[in-house]
């Protein structure tokens, strides 16, 4: 496969738009940390990056409470949220959590 040259600050214009490898190795909920997450609860949706582990919660950095995801594929793939509520840090606890989503999109900033 031939390879394609950008300079740096190309790279750092679309970083966000290039897509990982679909699989992420988890052992355990310490291997959550230092990535960004769609996270489903039983009440709510949330999204942001995960920072540290206390116990049974996750501390969230750059988080956002998603009142509506839209078209979930939508969602996860592009990272099209409907509405959304930046809230800074938050705290989930991991008993709550139904689904979690690898973020491979900027974290929401902006009231929507």
Do not use: C
């Not at 031939?2 to 750092?12: G, K, Q």
């Not at 679309?14 to 990982?20: G, P, S, Y």
């Amino acid at each position: 496969m031939p390879t394609i040259e950008i300079s740096d600050e190309t790279y750092l214009k679309i970083k966000d738009q290039l897509t990982e490898d679909e699989s992420v190795e988890l052992e355990t909920l310490d291997d959550l940390i230092g990535k960004k997450w769609f996270i489903r609860t039983v009440t709510y949706h949330s999204v942001g990056k995960i920072t540290k582990r206390i116990g049974k919660l996750l501390e969230l950095k750059d988080a956002s409470w998603v009142a509506d995801s839209g078209r979930f594929m939508g969602a996860i793939k592009r990272g099209v949220l409907n509405e959304v509520e930046p809230v800074g840090r938050m705290y989930i606890n991991t008993d709550a959590i139904i689904d979690m989503f690898p973020w491979k999109h900027k974290l929401p900033n902006e009231q929507k």
